[in-house]
Antibody
Framework: QVHLVESGGGVVQPGRSLRLSCAAS????????IHWVRQAPGKGLEWVTL????????YFADSVKGRFTISRDNSKNTVSLQMDSLRVEDTAVYYC???????????????WGQGTPVTVSS | DIQMTQSPSSVFASVGDRVTITCRAS??????IAWFQHKPGIAPKSLIF???KVQNGVPWRFSGTGSGTNFTLTITSLQPEDFATYYC?????????FGGGTKVEI
């Protein structure tokens, strides 16, 4: 059974950092990239970043580029999202989701975690 | 960035109704369109990928069509559990982008 579990969310002041984790199980982790998608209060879904299955490709939304970094440990089936210089507008529920990668392209999210809330407030 | 314009933003419907949601991309996306269902407080659910392919376990009443820049999600015979917000997403070009969402309400 495919299982994705996010952790690390919490309340943090503007300008500070937070590190989210996504733990995966129930599938061949090395065949899948991981997306992060967020939903701010009262807003729609916003794609944040993707790391490919082997970690060689990483993409970011313009809104987080230069502040967020993503990494993965294929020996532990985990992905980490390091969020630096956090802003009030980064407040959201953050979801990780897997995406099959075929060596040329990673595809759509097809299984999601339950999300972890992040609040950036002074 | 590719803009995804989704309409309507909300629709009122009854059980048994047919509901159609449209998404227009600002440029071609090679049919790399996905649709998702989202209910408050729970994980989004993937419904459709590659414009018209249904994810495993998704009921037959959900279908996707489209080409070029115009895409549609149709729910045939709406069920009580289908009241939710629906999003399209293009995954052709980074940054990936979602439509603004369509809330299907009773």
């Amino acid at each position: 059974q495919v299982h994705l579990v996010e952790s690390g969310g919490g309340v943090v002041q503007p300008g500070r950092s937070l590190r989210l984790s996504c733990a995966a199980s129930g599938f061949t982790f090395t065949a899948y990239g991981i997306h992060w998608v967020r939903q701010a209060p009262g807003k729609g879904l916003e794609w944040v970043t993707l790391i490919s299955n082997d970690g060689s490709n990483k993409y970011f939304a313009d809104s987080v580029k230069g502040r967020f970094t993503i990494s993965r440990d294929n020996s532990k089936n985990t992905v980490s999202l390091q969020m630096d210089s956090l802003r009030v507008e980064d407040t959201a529920v953050y979801y990780c989701a897997r995406a099959y990668c075929d060596g040329r392209k990673c595809f759509e999210p097809n299984a999601w975690g339950q999300g972890t809330p992040v609040t950036v407030s002074s | 960035d590719i803009q995804m314009t989704q309409s309507p933003s909300s629709v009122f419907a009854s059980v048994g109704d047919r509901v159609t949601i449209t998404c227009r991309a600002s440029q071609g996306v090679n049919n790399f369109i996905a649709w998702f269902q989202h209910k408050p407080g729970i994980a989004p659910k993937s419904l459709i990928f590659a414009t018209s392919k249904v994810q495993n376990g998704v009921p037959w009443r959900f279908s996707g069509t489209g080409s070029g820049t115009n895409f549609t999600l149709t729910i045939t015979s709406l069920q009580p559990e289908d009241f939710a917000t629906y999003y399209c997403q293009q995954y052709d070009t980074y940054p990936l982008t979602f439509g603004g969402g369509t809330k299907v309400e009773i």
